[in-house]
């Protein structure tokens, strides 16, 4: 599988599938301290990151925010003075796929 970091999204089209349960718990274990959510019916990866004061999380929200612009997957952020969360999910397919765990691991690594 490899190191999910240095993988890159691929196009996630409205048709394709949600990850299994086992693919999920698979890949869950790739990505530490991120949680497995669920809201209004729809799986999602959920970490919250510890700031030192509000100028530290916006600077890692800017950066989370960057990579995600360029991956074209974007995050929930939620800005707080010494945290951000961020919480991913494919929105197209109402679910988690392997975008999800890449880019959680992406965001991650920038912390």
């Not at 301290?33 to 004061?53: C, H, P, S, Y």
Request: net charge negative; glycine share 4%; aromatic share 10%.
């Amino acid at each position: 599988m490899g190191d999910l970091s240095k993988q890159t999204c691929e196009a996630c089209s409205s048709g394709a599938k949600p990850l299994t349960k086992e693919e999920i718990k698979r890949y869950l274990d790739e990505v530490d301290d991120w949680e497995l959510i669920e809201e209004a019916g729809i799986q999602k990866l959920k970490r919250v990151f510890m700031t030192l004061n509000y100028t530290k999380s916006i600077d890692f929200t800017n950066e989370v925010a960057r990579i995600a612009e360029r991956a074209d997957h974007h995050p929930q952020l939620i800005v707080d003075y010494g945290t951000v969360t961020v919480i991913w999910w494919s929105h197209k397919i109402k679910g988690l796929h392997k975008n999800d765990f890449i880019m959680a691991a992406k965001s991650s690594e920038r912390f």
